[in-house]
């Protein structure tokens, strides 16, 4: 049995002092201010000096460790302490190659995939407490309103899908009902004004001018890379 230990860190890498020091006005205010969340980065530290952690790579295992609370990519908060894992040494370096096979760094997405659901997953497997909600809650908050913005858009494609299969069966209605009436003279008080063929033309044009469809819908990609650490098996103390 061991401690297993969360290193939480202010995202300070975006190479800007400026935005550097607007992402930690941002964590104090949400995090400290009123324990809303903030943009963290977390590693976890089980057996060893070392904590691990998940970034973006274009090859290989986005499975990394680093001395604990020494990431020089980030600013250190602070530590949480999750719990005692009952694995042995043995069974926790067979899961982190498990998660290195399973987490490749090309995988790598901000909202859906980013390093604190990496720890997330390993403390599941270690059998202890899952990451404090307010660690994650922008990510989570961010891939539900995409979803939500994906959802959306589907549905008002589908909704014009259907107004205009819709209308190309009224038309044909329309188009039946002149052709029925052509057989027959039109009486002497219509005078053409108001018959089926002359609602079929109008509803053709309306149905030919009216019902194109809406350019394509466009996506922003959010990216984020990280700077890999050496990869180094665990070590009892």
């Known amino acids: ?9 202010d995202v300070t890498n975006s190479g800007s002092d400026k935005t550097n020091n607007t992402i930690v006005q941002i964590n104090k205010f949400f995090k400290d201010g009123i324990g809303l969340g903030g943009i963290f980065h977390s590693a976890v ?10 970034g973006f790579c274009e090859q290989g295992t986005g499975v990394f460790s680093c001395p604990a609370g ?22 926790v370096n067979q899961i982190l190659r498990e998660l290195s096979r399973e987490w490749p760094g090309h995988s790598y997405d901000l909202l859906s995939k980013n390093c604190n659901h990496f720890c997330d997953e390993l403390c ?24 939500i913005a994906g959802t959306t858009a589907f549905r008002l494609r589908q909704a014009k899908t259907e107004i205009v299969t819709a209308s190309k069966v009224a038309y044909r209605f329309f188009a039946g009902v002149a052709s029925n009436n052509s057989a027959s003279p039109d009486s002497p008080g219509n005078s053409g004004r108001g018959t089926p063929r002359f609602q079929a033309n109008w509803f053709k044009n309306f149905i030919t001018t ?5 350019g394509s819908d466009s996506e922003e990609v959010l990216g984020h890379q990280q700077q890999h650490g050496t990869e180094t098996p665990l070590r009892q103390n």
Not at 1 to 9: D, F, N, Q
Not at 136 to 147: I, K, L, S
């Open 1 to 9: 049995m061991t401690e297993v230990v969360l290193h939480i860190y």
């Open 45 to 54: 530290q089980v057996y060893g000096d070392d904590e691990w952690s998940f």
């Open 70 to 91: 020494k990431n020089p990519m980030y600013s250190y908060r602070e530590c949480i302490v999750l719990g005692n894992t009952n694995h042995s040494i043995f069974k």
């Open 124 to 147: 599941e497997r270690l059998g202890v407490q899952k990451l404090p909600g307010w660690v994650n809650r922008f990510a989570h908050a961010g891939d539900a309103a995409v979803e």
């Open 210 to 214: 009216g019902a194109k469809p809406s």
